[in-house]
Every structure is written in structure tokens, then in C-alpha cells.
T-cell receptor
Framework: QKEVEQNSGPLSVPEGAIASLNCTYS??????FFWYRQYSGKSPELIMF??SNGDKEDGRFTAQLNKASQYVSLLIRDSQPSDSATYLC??????????WGAGTKLIIKP | DTGVSQNPRHKITKRGQNVTFRCDPI?????LYWYRQTLGQGPEFLTY????????KSRLLSDRFSAERPKGSFSTLEIQRTEQGDSAMYLC?????????????FGNGTRLTVT
């Protein structure tokens, strides 16, 4: 059973600090990795995607991929209360199936 | 607005009734996906289309569920003889078919409540 695992949280971070969200995956042949943000009652919104090992930065967001250790992270710098949401990790595995994690709830405290 | 459009936004129905949802994808996207999501869970795959062809359907999906994309543009998802367990958010997403790694873009979803 191919899996994507996330800590359900909630993860509480003070405003202005760095929020670090982690995701591990079981299929070593996975090839594409996505982070989505989902506000309560709303649909998922694509934040970032990453395909290669290393870091990818977009504004306050940085995705980090380590294929050897089979994890992908999302860092949010200068966290804002509006960043409070559930963050979903999704992975395209070696069979080209999109596998979703259950999400981590992030709370940014003013 | 050029995003994925879903309607209705909310649907309340009585158990045993049929319901149909509509999704209009981003116009240049070839792939269209249907997902279901309940509270505290990630999206659960239901089915997907490439153009008008339905290429995959979840083995967990009841025969009461059917989806169509007759002209390769909009899609409909029908649930027959609804049950209370069908209550969920139904999400539609679309993507480009280039490679296998195109990100999915979601619509606002249809929230179904079966009473």
C-alpha cells in the first residue's frame, strides 16, 4: 500500500516565525510532489510543486525535496494569520497515481 | 474567471434521491478529475477523464456513481439512490496532459448533504 504520511497537527506557530510542514512517502519511485493549502470548507489550492532534489523557493514559501530520505517539506517564512489552514501533500508515484496525505492543520497565532 | 467551475455549490437531498453535479474545467486542460473529501481526510480519487475518455475509475466506487464527459469539455457526476454516507464535498479538478506531472487545479467543490 503506497502511502503519503503527514502529521495531522495542529501545528501552532507564532506570527512572524517559520512554519515547517513535513511529508513522507513510501514509494521510492515517486517523481512529483505537490503542496496544497485548504481553508476550512474550501477546495485545495496549489501552493508549490517540486520535481528535483533540493529547494525551490516562491515568495515566502520554500519546498524541500530529499528523495534519498523520501520526504518533502514546506517552509513558510514570516508566517501570517492568513496562512492558518490545512496543508495537503500530494505525490505522483511510480505508477503515475496521485496519492494524497490527510493534511496538517497549521495555526498561526498573532 | 478562467478557473475550474462547479455547480451547484451546495446540495441537500433526501436519501434515495438522485443528484447530478456539473464541472467546467479550465478550457485548455485535457484532464478532468473527480474527488470526494470528508472532514479531516485528503481528497479521495473517484475517476478521471482525458478528453472524453474515462481512463480510470476507483475500484472503491459504488455502481451508483457515474460520470460523463461527452464532448471532452464539461463533466457531470451522478449519484443514484443517495445514501447518508455519500455526504461529502465533491471536488472537480483539471490539468494539462503534458507529461504525467501536471498539477491539478481544483474548483470550489459541491457540498452534498444527504438527510
Amino acid at each position: 500500500q503506497k502511502e503519503v504520511e503527514q502529521n495531522s497537527g495542529p501545528l501552532s506557530v507564532p506570527e512572524g516565525a517559520i512554519a515547517s510542514l513535513n511529508c513522507t512517502y513510501s514509494d521510492r519511485g515517486s517523481q512529483s510532489f505537490f503542496w496544497y493549502r485548504q481553508y476550512s470548507g474550501k477546495s485545495p489550492e496549489l501552493i508549490m510543486f517540486i520535481y528535483s532534489n533540493g529547494d525551490k523557493e516562491d515568495g515566502r514559501f520554500t519546498a524541500q525535496l530529499n528523495k534519498a530520505s523520501q520526504y518533502v517539506s514546506l517552509l513558510i517564512r514570516d508566517s501570517q494569520p492568513s496562512d492558518s489552514a490545512t496543508y495537503l501533500c500530494a505525490v505522483i508515484d511510480s505508477n503515475y497515481q496521485l496519492i494524497w496525505g490527510a493534511g496538517t492543520k497549521l495555526i498561526i497565532k498573532p | 474567471d478562467t478557473g475550474v467551475s462547479q455547480n451547484p455549490r451546495h446540495k441537500i437531498t433526501k436519501r434515495g434521491q438522485n443528484v447530478t453535479f456539473r464541472c467546467d474545467p479550465i478550457s485548455e486542460h485535457n484532464r478532468l478529475y473527480w474527488y470526494r473529501q470528508t472532514l479531516g481526510q485528503g481528497p479521495e480519487f473517484l475517476t478521471y477523464f482525458q478528453n472524453e475518455a474515462q481512463l480510470e475509475k476507483s475500484r472503491l466506487l459504488s455502481d451508483r456513481f457515474s460520470a460523463e464527459r461527452p464532448k471532452g469539455s464539461f463533466s457531470t457526476l451522478e449519484i443514484q439512490r443517495t445514501e447518508q454516507g455519500d455526504s461529502a464535498m465533491y471536488l472537480c479538478a483539471s490539468s494539462l496532459a503534458w507529461g504525467e506531472n501536471s498539477p491539478l487545479h481544483f474548483g470550489n467543490g459541491t457540498r452534498l448533504t444527504v438527510t
